[in-house]
């Protein structure tokens, strides 16, 4: 496809000069063109990653802070909002990043005919991205194979997922993607038949996959969903593109313009689509992570052309730390999007701590039998506040831990005694108990949950999203419970709810490791009691 057009409402600054220019004018056989130092896209993608991590744009967070204003948003969706952008206003102070999981880091290019560089652009953008992810204070997540089964972190966050392609013009357009693994997780592909082609069976079968996607990746979500495409891979990299923004310029008919068949076919929105979709997500009963509306901010639907025996769908998502970036190269220098620096503007004067509903303090320092106990009391959606001591461990901690408990050697007794918290924290800045430290899906670990509970581990477990049948059915038979905090606040709850950090063991798996902190005030909510009732039976699946 073309290149897609930035919209002109965003702001851009120059990161070059005209005392220092990054780009030059080179005359070739009667052409102008655009030369470009190849160092510009190492200092343009440094700078980016940067920026994405720490800032959002402003029309995010005006969609956030009109969660505030909408008198039918319930208390929880406000809840969510209000600790949205209080993570905003902590992260752009520019060392708790916005996300615990700094993300992959994506590239998307369009390189102008009379752009040159006469270097490897990917490795120069590789360079650029490899000294963000050092000096900042960010995640390493990427997993480097050494066998089939074998697997350690590349310590780098890199590889980088880098693809450019090559258009006319002379103007370089680079879209900067750090998306992290909750959100890219629920990205779908379906191969459906084309018979599904009926205003009332795609409808109806769309409201179920969205039912579906449940609440892991961090909602309220910017949802996108591509129908056609000349290949499966085509409709799955639209439907990405869609939901990074890029799409949002596409006629919402076809018009017969040159235009549209140079975008090679007929490709366009439906909007009326989208506006029927977001309103049934307004009534799944789950909203921004609790009860309410706000499942979704806004809705995208690409039509595209396809072969006739195939129809693929696909579905991608952005979650409430929706960080992307636009970087432009052009004869007038080298620019970078300017993001959100102020976004306390955006704040209300209402905060967590005097919501209409006070929650329940919940003393950890007790034993696990009347923390429990306590518990049992209260009906799943139920706010509590935490206080004490919680283990930390996720996927590699837990089949570290498995495997430790099955060939009958010790494991640490915290791992028994405290709530065990799924998370995994980004780097720690200085003068900070931890970096940033929001919860990882619980999902993932669903297939443990039975083996630790039956041994009297893992209780009480506390992360986000909703988890499968297999936990619910382990918590009612061990009397376990599944606390939910809230996703994509990672620096707010790093700075105001973490008092300290230690590792207790597994060193070596870097943020994978088992960690003991210590919380004072965290907010959660009660998803999964020792009943078997769930605060997201409404979304069904599991």
Same mark, same amino acid.
């Given at each position: 496809?073309?290149?897609?057009?930035?919209?002109?409402?965003?702001?851009?600054?120059?990161?070059?000069?005209?005392?220092?220019?990054?780009?030059?004018?080179?005359?070739?056989?009667?052409?102008?063109?655009?030369?470009?130092?190849?160092?510009?896209?190492?200092? &343009?993608? /440094?700078?980016? $990653?940067? #920026?994405? @991590?720490?800032?959002?744009?402003?029309?995010? =967070?005006? %969609? +956030? !802070?009109?969660?505030?204003?909408?008198?039918?948003?319930?208390?929880?969706?406000?809840?969510?909002?209000?600790?949205?952008?209080?993570?905003?206003?902590?992260?752009?102070?520019?060392?708790?990043?916005?996300?615990?999981?700094?993300?992959?880091?994506?590239?998307?290019?369009?390189?102008?005919?009379?752009?040159?560089?006469?270097?490897?652009?990917?490795?120069?953008?590789?360079?650029?991205?490899?000294?963000?992810?050092?000096?900042?204070?960010?995640?390493?997540?990427?997993? &480097?194979? /050494?066998?089939? $089964?074998? #697997?350690? @972190?590349?310590?780098?966050?890199?590889?980088? =997922?880098? %693809? +450019? !392609?090559?258009?006319?013009?002379?103007?370089?357009?680079?879209?900067?993607?750090?998306?992290?693994?909750?959100?890219?997780?629920?990205?779908?592909?379906?191969?459906?038949?084309?018979?599904?082609?009926?205003?009332?069976?795609?409808?109806?079968?769309?409201?179920?996959?969205?039912?579906?996607?449940?609440?892991?990746?961090?909602?309220?979500?910017?949802?996108?969903?591509?129908?056609?495409?000349?290949?499966?891979?085509?409709?799955?990299?639209?439907?990405?593109?869609?939901?990074?923004?890029?799409?949002?310029?596409?006629?919402?008919?076809?018009?017969?313009?040159?235009?549209?068949?140079?975008?090679?076919?007929?490709?366009?929105?439906?909007?009326?689509?989208?506006?029927?979709?977001?309103?049934?997500?307004?009534?799944?009963?789950?909203?921004?992570?609790?009860?309410?509306?706000?499942?979704?901010?806004?809705?995208?639907?690409?039509?595209?052309?396809?072969?006739?025996?195939?129809?693929?769908?696909?579905?991608?998502?952005?979650?409430?730390?929706?960080?992307?970036?636009?970087?432009?190269?052009?004869?007038?220098?080298?620019?970078?999007?300017?993001?959100?620096?102020?976004?306390?503007?955006?704040?209300?004067?209402?905060?967590?701590?005097?919501?209409?509903?006070?929650?329940?303090?919940?003393?950890?320092?007790?034993?696990?039998?009347?923390?429990?106990?306590?518990?049992?009391?209260?009906?799943?959606?139920?706010?509590?506040?935490?206080?004490?001591?919680?283990?930390?461990?996720?996927?590699?901690?837990?089949?570290?831990?498995?495997?430790?408990?099955?060939?009958?050697?010790?494991?640490?007794?915290?791992?028994?005694?405290?709530?065990?918290?799924?998370?995994?924290?980004?780097?720690?800045?200085?003068?900070?108990?931890?970096?940033?430290?929001?919860?990882?899906?619980?999902?993932?670990?669903?297939?443990?949950?039975?083996?630790?509970?039956?041994?009297?581990?893992?209780?009480?477990?506390?992360?986000?999203?909703?988890?499968?049948?297999?936990?619910?059915?382990?918590?009612?038979?061990?009397?376990?419970?599944?606390?939910?905090?809230?996703?994509?606040?990672?620096?707010?709850?790093?700075?105001?709810?973490?008092?300290?950090?230690?590792?207790?063991?597994?060193?070596?798996?870097?943020?994978?490791?088992?960690?003991?902190?210590?919380?004072?005030?965290?907010?959660?909510?009660?998803?999964?009691?020792?009943?078997?009732?769930?605060?997201?039976?409404?979304?069904?699946?599991?």
């Amino acid at each position: 496809m073309l290149p897609p057009t930035i919209p002109e409402a965003i702001a851009f600054r120059r990161l070059d000069s005209d005392a220092d220019p990054w780009v030059s004018r080179l005359d070739v056989e009667n052409r102008s063109l655009s030369r470009v130092r190849p160092e510009a896209l190492t200092r &343009l993608a /440094r700078a980016a $990653f940067r #920026e994405v @991590n720490f800032f959002l744009r402003s029309r995010r =967070l005006e %969609e +956030i !802070a009109a969660i505030l204003d909408d008198p039918e948003a319930s208390e929880g969706d406000r809840l969510v909002a209000r600790m949205a952008i209080d993570n905003a206003v902590l992260s752009a102070r520019g060392q708790l990043p916005l996300c615990q999981d700094t993300g992959t880091a994506s590239v998307f290019a369009w390189k102008g005919e009379r752009v040159l560089t006469f270097d490897d652009d990917a490795a120069r953008l590789t360079e650029g991205i490899a000294q963000t992810y050092a000096e900042e204070y960010l995640r390493h997540s990427l997993l &480097l194979p /050494r066998s089939t $089964f074998e #697997e350690e @972190n590349s310590g780098s966050n890199l590889p980088a =997922l880098i %693809e +450019i !392609a090559s258009c006319p013009g002379d103007e370089y357009r680079l879209l900067f993607v750090a998306k992290g693994g909750g959100s890219s997780n629920k990205t779908q592909l379906f191969q459906a038949a084309p018979s599904l082609l009926s205003a009332d069976r795609l409808e109806r079968f769309l409201v179920d996959k969205l039912r579906a996607l449940g609440t892991a990746a961090c909602p309220p979500y910017r949802v996108a969903i591509v129908i056609g495409g000349l290949s499966p891979e085509s409709c799955l990299a639209h439907a990405k593109l869609a939901s990074c923004g890029v799409l949002d310029d596409l006629p919402e008919r076809p018009t017969g313009q040159p235009a549209l068949a140079e975008l090679g076919g007929w490709i366009f929105r439906d909007r009326g689509l989208e506006t029927r979709l977001l309103d049934e997500t307004r009534h799944f009963g789950v909203g921004a992570q609790l009860p309410g509306r706000f499942f979704a901010l806004d809705t995208r639907v690409i039509r595209m052309p396809r072969h006739s025996a195939s129809l693929p769908i696909a579905i991608a998502v952005s979650c409430l730390a929706d960080r992307q970036i636009w970087g432009r190269i052009g004869r007038d220098g080298v620019w970078l999007e300017q993001l959100e620096a102020h976004p306390e503007r955006f704040a209300r004067a209402t905060s967590v701590t005097n919501a209409p509903s006070r929650p329940i303090p919940l003393d950890l320092r007790r034993p696990m039998a009347d923390i429990r106990a306590e518990l049992s009391q209260h009906p799943v959606g139920t706010r509590f506040t935490l206080h004490g001591p919680l283990v930390v461990a996720r996927d590699l901690a837990h089949a570290r831990l498995r495997s430790l408990i099955e060939a009958g050697a010790s494991v640490p007794e915290a791992f028994f005694q405290h709530p065990v918290y799924y998370a995994g924290p980004a780097r720690t800045p200085p003068n900070h108990p931890c970096g940033s430290f929001g919860p990882t899906t619980a999902g993932r670990m669903d297939g443990d949950l039975d083996f630790f509970q039956s041994r009297g581990a893992a209780l009480i477990t506390l992360a986000k999203g909703n988890r499968g049948a297999a936990a619910r059915e382990s918590c009612r038979r061990h009397g376990g419970f599944y606390l939910g905090t809230i996703g994509g606040t990672a620096a707010l709850v790093a700075h105001d709810f973490i008092r300290s950090s230690r590792v207790l063991a597994f060193e070596e798996l870097g943020m994978e490791a088992l960690y003991l902190i210590e919380v004072e005030g965290l907010p959660a909510f009660t998803i999964v009691d020792d009943k078997g009732g769930d605060l997201y039976a409404p979304l069904g699946g599991g």
